[in-house]
């Protein structure tokens, strides 16, 4: 059983998969949030707004303005 093995439920990693889809976008990527949005599955821009906040703690904007660590520089 997928729980068993990975310790949450296909759809919640399904969304975890798909927030850091659109984290990678919205940190190499200058797509707007609507487009990141439509391509990595989320409703609409407010969709992936409020599924990224419940998995991260940052709106996208947020997100994109610290950018990337130093560590994902090299």
């Known amino acids: 059983r997928f729980v068993e093995a990975t310790g949450i439920p296909p759809m919640r990693h399904r969304c975890q998969k ?9 940190l190499y990527t200058r797509l707007t949030c609507a487009q990141i949005a439509e391509r990595t599955g ?3 821009e407010f969709h992936l707004s409020r599924r990224f906040r419940a ?16 560590s994902d520089r090299k």
């Open 18 to 26: 798909r927030v850091a889809a659109a984290g990678e976008l919205l």
């Open 42 to 44: 989320f409703r609409d």
């Open 55 to 70: 998995e991260t703690g940052l709106a996208p904007t947020s997100y994109r303005r610290q950018g990337p660590l130093e």
